[in-house]
C-alpha cells in the first residue's frame, strides 16, 4: 500500500521559515519523481517544486530563490524549505510521487501553511 504522509506545517509569521518533509513508503522511492504542490482557498493546486530520480530540480517562480527542495532516498523523504515566507505562501501543501513508466501518481493527504502576523 503506497502511503505519503507530510509533516511540518503550522503557523509562521512572515519573513519566517519552515521545513516540510514527506515520508514515503509502498514505492520504490528512488525512481520517483518527488514534488510539492499547493492548494490555496479558492484557487487550484499548482506545482511548487519538483526533485526528479536523478536529483535535478524545478521551481515555481514564485518560489525561486527562497524554497529548495531535497531527497534523501535512504530515507524515502522530500523535503521543502521554504524562507522569506509571505502570506501569498499560505496554503495546504500536497507531496507527490510521480513515475510515468510504473504509471504511478500518489498524493500525501496535505499539510496546511499559514503565514500570517
Known amino acids: 500500500q503506497v502511503q505519503l504522509e507530510e509533516f511540518g506545517g503550522g503557523l509562521v509569521q512572515p519573513g519566517g521559515s519552515l521545513r516540510l518533509s514527506c515520508a514515503g513508503s509502498g514505492i520504490s522511492f528512488e525512481s520517483y519523481a518527488m514534488a510539492w504542490y499547493r492548494e490555496a482557498p479558492g484557487k487550484e493546486r499548482d506545482l511548487v517544486a519538483r526533485?526528479?530520480?536523478?536529483?535535478?530540480?524545478n521551481y515555481a517562480d514564485s518560489v525561486q530563490g527562497r524554497f529548495t527542495i531535497s531527497r534523501d532516498n535512504a530515507m524515502n523523504i522530500v523535503f521543502l524549505q521554504m524562507n522569506s515566507l509571505q502570506p501569498d505562501d499560505t496554503a495546504v501543501y500536497y507531496c507527490?510521487?510521480?513515475?510515468?513508466?510504473?504509471?504511478?501518481?500518489?498524493w500525501g493527504k496535505g499539510t496546511l501553511v499559514t503565514v500570517s502576523s
Open positions: 507527490n510521487a510521480l513515475n510515468t513508466y510504473l504509471r504511478g501518481n500518489y
Open positions: 526533485i526528479w530520480s536523478g536529483g535535478s530540480t
